[in-house]
């Protein structure tokens, strides 16, 4: 029975959940209990560095891996991948005492850790496929709205792993996350296996591609020229960059702030809610769309999460706080789903894949280069200056003292600098001409 492309879009997104909810899941889950089971928060800290160092370098690779094979045959390639490392961790955890786990620095934990790491990475190669395939089976006009789709898929998955992570572990321990993870891959597997997924290896355009990939397997030459022949597509790339390397600040030192607050149990559940950000704003992104430019549909909700960065933490509030984080993630999948939309358009199908690569590696790079960096800025500068600094005179009347008005204090900072950055960048020759790029390349 034929499907339309709309349909097996559809199709593919439910698949591309069921894979996101697992792999997310089972790092997440993996990551609880190591810290239950050493009560090391360095271990912790180096497994999150090693995740964000992982997705960024990762991105090269597989973007060429999307471009070089058939895009149905690389996502089912990465979800056997997956499967076969999770069965390997499996293998390892029921092979070993337990007492042995319970060392931070056991060599066997760390294979464990690094195989669970590999099997969620390699679902990383779907994000980048899913998003050239909107490309292939979406109309121009209905792209955005698709892209918001993908958004609250990502809320779901991540709202979906955050919430069953912490009660497998908590209930039935990793031996029942790793055959969650083992038998949910499997399943995602048999259903791809049944997709119509269209492949455009017989084009000119992909044969020629292909024929100068093989010269470099990462293509990072060629994904370099393709980017250049779009005037100011490098200016976005390097943007969401620096809005990265500035989120890094957040990432570091929201759970320290939030914690400073509220207990620990309170800050969990609010997450959770929280969350629900990311569907919202990838709902209303699928139902109203981006606007005529989605570039500037992009800035303009940079400038409106900026904003809130400099007010959410102006006083002690976890209410305050709330709403500011709640606006924050709501308007991320429309951010996103703008970048997208744009390279969908302006960058040739054929080099898609190595692109939103580069994009991602880049992007994603910033992250923890600013997450090594923060913690002792705020330790040895800002804490201090809020604390026993000239800050308690300066500032303290109106904007309080203490450990937590510290790190708002960089919070503050951090969102003036992002703020006039995007007001900056809205001006400049870079957005002009990807703006009218994107106007007049039809597709």
């Keep these: 029975m034929k499907v339309g492309p709309m349909k097996a879009f559809y199709a593919l997104l439910a698949n591309t959940l069921i894979a996101s909810v697992t792999n997310t899941f089972a790092w997440f889950a993996v990551t609880f209990w190591v ?5 090391s928060v360095i271990a912790t800290s180096v497994m999150a560095g090693v995740f964000t160092v992982t997705v960024a370098v990762s991105g090269f690779l597989l973007g060429s891996l999307v471009d070089r094979f058939a895009k149905k045959r690389v996502m089912l390639g990465s979800s056997l991948m997956s499967l076969a490392l999770y069965a390997l961790a499996f293998g390892i955890y029921v092979r070993t005492p337990a007492a042995v786990f319970k060392e931070p620095g056991s060599p066997v934990l760390w294979a464990l850790v690094v195989l669970v790491l590999f099997g969620a990475i390699a679902g990383n190669v779907r994000a980048i496929a899913l998003s050239t395939l909107v490309t292939l089976l979406v109309p121009l006009d209905r792209r955005d709205r698709a892209n918001g789709l993908v958004g609250t898929t990502n809320g779901v998955a991540f709202l979906g792993a955050g ?11 990793i031996y029942w996350v790793l055959v969650s993870a083992i038998g949910l891959t499997g399943l995602a597997i048999a259903h791809l296996w049944t997709l119509p997924i269209p492949d455009d290896r017989n084009s000119p355009e992909r044969h020629a591609a292909r024929s100068e990939a093989n010269a470099d397997r990462l293509d990072i030459r060629g994904t370099i020229a393709a980017i250049k022949l779009v005037p100011g597509l490098f200016g976005l790339i390097f943007f969401q960059t620096f809005n990265n390397f500035l989120g890094g600040v957040f990432m570091s030192l929201m759970d320290a702030y939030g914690l400073l607050l509220v207990s620990v149990q309170v800050w969990g559940v609010l997450w959770g809610v929280l969350s629900l950000g990311f569907i919202v704003g990838g709902m209303v992104v699928a139902r109203r769309g981006l606007g005529r ?13 900026w904003t809130v960065c400099i007010f959410f933490t102006i006083q002690a509030s976890i209410v305050l706080l709330s709403v ?4 924050w993630l709501c308007l991320m999948p429309a951010v996103e789903a703008a970048e997208q939309t744009v ?5 040739q199908p054929e080099r898609q894949g190595r692109v939103f690569g580069f994009a991602q590696s880049v992007e994603q790079a910033a992250s923890p280069i600013t997450a090594f960096m923060i913690g002792p800025i705020a ?21 309080g003292t203490g450990t937590d008005r510290g790190i708002a204090l960089l919070f503050m900072v951090a ?7 995007t007001l900056l960048a809205m001006r400049s020759f870079s957005y002009r001409v990807l703006s009218e790029a994107y106007r007049v390349v039809p597709q």
């Design 343 to 347: 390279l969908q358009k302006v960058v």
């Design 293 to 305: 430019n989605p570039l500037r549909t992009l800035f303009l909700g940079n400038v409106v999460m």
């Design 163 to 173: 919430v069953l992570s912490g009660l497998v572990v908590g209930n039935l321990g």
């Design 415 to 421: 969102g003036l600098i992002g703020l006039i950055v």
């Design 324 to 327: 500011g984080m709640f606006i």
């Design 35 to 39: 810290y239950l089971e050493t009560r």
């Design 379 to 399: 330790q040895l500068i800002f804490i201090p200056f809020m604390t026993t600094g000239a800050g308690v005179d300066l500032l303290g009347p109106w904007f």
